[in-house]
């Protein structure tokens, strides 16, 4: 197991807290309108992330909006608590895309045999939906760093690399949300990825593999795609069938130590439910209940140490899109508790 020695020689200083609050209060948010007037749990998202699939398409595209339609229907939150991200700047995802791979990407240059790679046929409407799905990302982390806790309705699109998408993966969100947000900060700004998909979040280890201010955190099936794994700062493989109580031992033998001795200023948190038991891509068994107490541990050992966290829903592919909506919504249920206990 090897982890990247790149952890604080120094304790973080009172001076420090306060010239970080500044520059979050100064910071500009890439949002199409402001809540700032709500007190309850921050939701990003947008219509525009789904986009039209050939028919009987693997990817559950329809499962973006029913995550909120499921969320404001058993009134988890309301409609107050929802912000609308931008689309994702070309500039925006040049600082982990290549230039080449961005121009030929947004203006359908794409081949049959990258096509192939990626699950998707190109469009003008998945080039969308990957921009907005990557802005909702950013946002939630910018809010996260001024509210302690925000959750998109999308992201975790890890398999993507600086030069070609993967495995229904064109735009890796959660490392142009980190890239951005460490180089903004004069302090360099550290971030600590929590990446629980069931696959390995090979494009974001790879991405980041020399970056010694972000930290690639990885709980996967080792005999889950990708076949080739990345070497991720931390990863840590689990055999097929591991169930809820192992899984949790699991990343509760690694996560506070990480939290502890990392010290993040940001922990950006990939909530996939692919490890499922009826995940029709996971080969895990973790329960509904399961997901829960996962996600509740996960954010409540951020928030309590003072770290902002966002969250984003990561992997899950089922049939039955309203089931695996639900699903997915087990980490905004969970943020919401989170939300409540802590008094945030």
């Given at each position: 197991m090897y982890i990247k020695q790149i952890f604080s020689k120094r304790p973080r200083t009172k001076l420090d807290q306060l010239v970080g609050a500044a520059i979050t209060f100064c910071r500009c948010f890439h949002a199409e309108q402001i809540r700032p007037e709500d007190n309850g749990l921050p939701i990003v998202h947008h219509s525009k992330y789904v986009c039209e699939l050939p028919a009987n398409h693997r990817f559950p595209m329809g499962k973006f909006p029913r995550v909120l339609h499921f969320l404001l229907k058993d009134q988890v939150i309301t409609d107050k608590q929802v912000w609308v991200p931008e689309i994702a700047s070309q500039h925006l995802l040049s600082g982990v895309h290549t230039d080449e791979y961005l121009d030929n990407f947004i203006n359908g240059k794409i081949n049959e045999q990258e096509q192939r790679r990626t699950g998707f046929p190109w469009s003008e409407g998945i080039v969308r939906r990957c921009r907005y799905e990557t802005g909702g990302t950013v946002l939630a982390a910018e809010i996260a760093l001024q509210r302690g806790l925000a959750c998109s309705t999308a992201g975790g699109t890890h398999h993507a690399f600086p030069s070609y998408g993967s495995g229904f993966c064109l735009l890796n969100d959660l490392a142009v949300a980190a890239k951005y947000l460490t180089g903004k900060s004069p302090l360099k700004r550290k971030v600590l990825i929590v990446d629980l998909d069931v696959h390995q979040g090979d494009g974001t280890a790879f991405i980041f593999k020399e970056e010694s201010c972000v930290f690639t955190f990885s709980v996967h099936c080792g005999k889950n795609f990708p076949l080739r794994k990345q070497q991720s700062d931390l990863d840590v493989s689990v055999e097929d069938g591991m169930e809820d109580k192992e899984y949790l031992?699991?990343?509760?033998?690694?996560?506070?130590?990480?939290?502890?001795?990392?010290?993040?200023?940001?922990?950006?948190?990939?909530?996939?439910v692919d490890p499922h038991w009826e995940d029709e891509l996971g080969r895990l068994r973790l329960t509904d209940q399961g997901l829960y107490q996962r996600d509740l541990y996960v954010m409540k050992s951020v928030v309590t140490r003072g770290v902002p966290v966002a969250t984003v829903i990561g992997g899950g592919y089922s049939r039955d899109i309203d089931k695996l909506a639900i699903r997915h919504s087990i980490v905004h249920r969970a943020a919401t508790q989170v939300w409540r206990e802590c008094g945030m």
């Open positions: 031992s699991t990343v509760e033998a690694h996560l506070p130590w990480l939290l502890d001795t990392f010290r993040p200023d940001l922990v950006l948190y990939d909530a996939g």
